[in-house]
């Protein structure tokens, strides 16, 4: 009798174990079709969530991401103690001790389930991160998952077979950093490295106690214990984490009721792409990336990417601040001076009545809302004109308002824009990149991807052409009207006025000329030159753009964008060589593999001769008396050679300044985002005072700080011997600079109408 009972029971264990093994080797195997798949080998070697792609700057500072969900990587030697003994004391104290199930927590969990007395989860770590990393919750479901109780088995026992092969792969410190890697920790936070820096702005590794338990209790249930969302029900959860700290004795009990009564110490900041440096920068170089991504077999939003961009994270610093400050005073001066008129204006400063009509038809609300009620319907009206809450840009902050969509339009359209950029002329290297005042209320960059007509800031080209075909910085020229014969029966004739809208009818050099921005005498230059050679010296300088060849191209008729006047200023201080604008120097893979380096696009565009001559014209703008750069901070002038040009356009829509000196070149333009958008006269809305202050805030900032590497100096010398006299004060009695500037201005162009060249 004992031995058959012996017998028996070994049978029944043998039945068990043949059924258990059977039942897992089924699973594994999707028999049937009954269970659902389980992630290959290959997969198991390679188990990587999503990776965010990183951009980082050219001095190694972290500029953004993209991601479908914001994740790094952090290794387990990037996280600190406190937050690993954290994490084990809450999730699987006996980690260390198990091979991927933990069958005493296991059947614990079981009993207290069945019985109803406790919820506590017999899951491990490694169960956890295998549930994690392969949604067997949600995906692979076979046939029998339509029994919801047999599926959740099913699930646990693919949890078991997945763990025991990732227990067999890595070494428990990679199951760790895995598992934290994986975990969604609330707020677009995806992965311990992300959690750290938006809720603690903090590395892991600098982690204690009191913030890894925030964050450990975030685990399960990131939006309940959300300690900006929910901070009562996070207190409490983080109270519970510190006392199992306690109770294994990982800290004492004056610390524990030390560390339970103390604030979160938050530092929270979500990352998105409306916020950190270069928005505008992030979100231009995104389409790049994008295309890159496609064209190499990489996904931009997944695959981890390292992408180093030339951008020096202080010099971009300075450019978001200096456009801040200026624009914050200019949008004050431009309200002030409209008086509580509409900025959308014509040219005879008369208000553009139907202006708000035609704007609100080309917003995507007003779009939605044509679709859906019709263009005639009296719904469209009444929800284009409906109030509701909503927050509003302002340079103090945001304010919370109520507005229907035709205010919110109406007050948007208030605001002057601009864009700035800074480049290295040598190497290409665009440093600084401000396509905006605030990406995340105006998302239309205004360095790349606006184009507006560049006024003078175009005349440089003229000259430049001038130059390259033999004639002098000192060449005399007279301030007259010069007409042009146009093949045009209703408008026979041209001819460009000045600014002031009078000629003086004084002899004056093309450099002072250009310096004080004479449109008579560069028309003069153009006829000279001819407009298609002026057009191929502009395209060989590096703008892209297309130009009219026609007689106004000499006042800047043809839209270019500030990336494209940048560049070609900059091939006037490389000697003549352009480099195109660049912005990306290699990409590398989420291991550090290069899998791309960058080389900018040169070629001679213009002889280093003419291009050194063109650096002293740009520098009569601060050298001449009247110059347009002549009132720029004497700090900046100070031992530094500098050149420049500023732009304005018809109405003073668009203001430009491009500034010049041995080692970078940078350009600010200023408008509104319609044309018919600006101060009421020429005088208030012209580049010197709207877009030179942005370029001269940046410079000091700049130079104030010598980390930059940005210094003063000079020009580099030609290496050919001048035969171009470049003192013109030679031709009139030897003056000095001291003596013109002190001169009377009259007189001295007086004097010049009679000296023979």
């Known amino acids: 009798m004992y031995k058959k009972l012996i017998l028996a029971i070994w049978a029944v264990v043998l039945i068990i174990f043949l059924g258990i093994g059977g039942t897992f080797l089924m699973i594994k195997i999707d028999a049937f079709g009954l269970f659902g798949g389980l992630p290959s080998l290959r997969s198991l070697e390679r188990p990587d969530p999503d990776l965010s792609s990183i951009l ?3 001095d190694g500072e972290e500029l953004g991401k993209y991601y479908r969900h914001n994740r790094t990587q952090a290794s387990y030697n990037d996280l600190s103690q406190e937050l690993i003994t954290t994490l084990l004391v809450t999730e699987d104290i006996r980690f260390t001790k198990h091979s991927g199930i933990d069958l005493r927590s296991f059947m614990r969990a079981f009993v207290g389930y069945i019985t109803l007395r406790s919820k506590a989860g017999g899951s491990t770590i490694t169960m956890q991160l295998a549930e994690n990393l392969y949604q067997t919750n949600d995906e692979n479901t076979g046939s029998l998952y339509r029994f919801s109780s ?10 078991f077979i997945i763990s025991i092969q990732l227990e067999s792969s890595y070494t428990k410190e990679e199951i760790l950093a895995m598992y934290l890697n994986t975990i969604e920790y609330g707020s677009n936070s995806y992965g311990i490295n992300t959690a750290a820096k938006t809720y603690f ?22 939006t309940k214990y959300n300690p900006i969302l929910n901070p009562d029900h996070a207190m409490n959860k983080r109270t519970e984490v510190l006392y199992n700290l306690f109770r294994f004795g990982k800290i004492n009990r004056e610390v524990y009721d030390s560390l339970k009564t103390s604030d979160f110490g938050l530092n929270y900041k979500i990352d998105n792409h409306n916020t950190g440096p270069a928005t505008y920068f992030k979100n231009v170089i995104g389409n790049y ?13 997944a695959d981890g990417l390292r992408i180093y961009t030339t951008i020096d994270s202080k010099l971009q610093q300075y450019a978001e601040d200096a456009v801040a400050e200026e624009m914050s005073k200019l949008q004050q001066i431009f309200i002030d001076h409209l008086g509580g008129d509409a900025p959308w204006i014509d040219r005879d400063g008369h208000e553009i009545l139907d202006f708000v009509d035609n704007a609100i038809k080309r917003t995507e609300n007003y779009k939605y809302l044509a679709k859906k009620y019709g263009e005639e319907s009296d719904s469209l009206n009444y929800y284009l004109n409906l109030p509701k809450d909503m927050k509003v840009f302002s340079y103090k902050g945001e304010i919370d308002t109520t507005m229907s969509l035709v205010d919110s339009l109406k007050y ?14 040598y190497t290409g290297h665009i440093k600084a ?11 239309f960059d205004h360095v790349k991807q606006s184009k507006r007509q560049p006024g003078s800031t175009f005349k440089p080209f003229i000259y430049a052409t001038a130059i390259d075909q033999g004639y002098s910085p000192c060449y005399p020229v007279v301030d007259a009207p010069v007409t042009w014969t146009l093949d045009d029966p209703e408008n026979p004739t ?12 004084q002899t004056m050099t093309i450099r002072k000329a250009m310096a004080n921005s004479v449109n008579s005498i560069t028309a003069n230059m153009m006829q000279k030159v001819g407009p298609q050679a002026a057009v191929d010296m502009a395209h060989a300088c590096g703008i892209e753009s297309d130009l009219a060849a026609v007689p106004a191209l000499c006042l800047g008729i043809s839209e270019v964008s500030l990336f494209e006047l940048v560049g070609a200023y900059s091939t006037f201080v490389n000697s003549g060589t352009w480099t195109k604008p660049f912005y990306v120097t290699r990409i590398e893979d989420k291991n550090g593999v290069v899998l791309e380096d960058f080389i900018p696009k040169r070629r001679e565009a213009i002889s280093e001769k003419t291009a050194y001559l063109m650096i002293h014209m740009l520098k009569g703008a601060t050298e001449e008396v009247g110059g347009s750069a002549n009132s720029v901070d004497y700090r900046l002038k100070e031992n530094n050679e500098l050149g420049g040009k500023t732009g304005t356009t018809q109405s003073a829509s668009d203001g430009w300044f491009m500034g010049v000196t041995h080692d970078l070149v940078a350009g600010a333009w200023v408008g509104g985002d319609d044309r018919s958008i600006h101060f009421k006269n020429w005088y208030m809305g012209q580049g010197a005072r709207t877009a030179r202050p942005i370029w001269q805030n940046f410079m000091l900032k700049v130079y104030n700080d010598p980390r930059t590497g940005i210094t003063k100096g000079e020009f580099k010398k030609p290496s050919v011997a001048l035969d171009v006299e470049l003192d013109c004060n030679l031709y009139i009695g030897g003056s000095t600079e001291a003596d013109s500037v002190n001169a009377d201005v009259d007189q001295m162009l007086d004097d010049l109408e009679n000296i023979q060249f």
């Open 150 to 159: 047999v599926g959740k088995i099913i699930t646990k026992l693919k949890e």
């Open 412 to 425: 948007y359209k208030h605001f002057l824009q601009t864009g700035f950029m800074a480049m290295d002329p």
């Open 56 to 58: 980082y700057s050219s």
């Open 433 to 443: 990149w401000v396509g905006g005042v605030n990406h995340k209320y105006f998302k």
């Open 201 to 222: 702005n903090k590395k892991p590794k600098d982690l204690n106690y009191k913030e890894a338990a925030v964050l450990v209790g975030l685990i399960n249930k990131p």
């Open 289 to 301: 990336l994008r295309w890159w991504a496609k064209e190499n077999g990489h996904d931009l939003y």
């Open 494 to 505: 041209w001819t460009p006025e000045n600014a002031g809208g009078k000629f003086t009818g």
